[in-house]
């Protein structure tokens, strides 16, 4: 297996970011240029936690090809509690979600390549109780 393989899994099952040790801002999904700093970037993997609070959020009715067993889902910004802003869907009944819900990331699988038996997963997010 190519490591870029696992490298790719790895940010998507951890939520593993990067910060910029200039400047100290932290990114999600991970970027290699701090934009403030620009040349001056530099740049490190860092995990950003799981928790996180609901700053804005939506409820989709109409969906996709990919998502029509889910509707309506529920679609928040998401501010974590190291720093970076996230968007996600939250899985959860969209009454039980309101500006200021503690949420965290959980891992839910995307879709599985049959000939392989590879399974992607992707991060996303649900109500803290
Ligand atoms: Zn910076």
Redesign the pocket.
């Known amino acids: 297996m190519l490591p870029r393989f696992w490298r790719k899994i790895r940010y998507r099952y951890n939520l593993i970011g990067t910060e910029?040790t200039?400047?100290?801002?932290k990114f999600y999904p991970p970027r290699n240029l701090?934009p403030?700093?620009r040349r001056?970037?530099r740049i490190a993997e860092v995990e950003l936690g799981e928790t996180g609070t609901v700053v804005s959020f939506t409820v989709i009715h109409d969906s996709s090809e990919s998502y029509k067993l889910q509707k309506p889902y529920v679609v928040a910004l998401i501010k974590l509690d190291s720093g970076p802003s996230v968007i996600s869907q939250i899985v959860c009944n969209p009454d039980d979600i309101e500006i200021g819900t503690r949420v965290r990331a959980i891992f839910r699988k995307y879709g599985e390549d049959g000939e392989e038996g590879i399974i992607y997963y992707g991060t996303k997010f649900e109500p803290v109780i």
């Open positions: 910029c200039n400047c100290g801002k701090c403030e700093c001056k970037s």
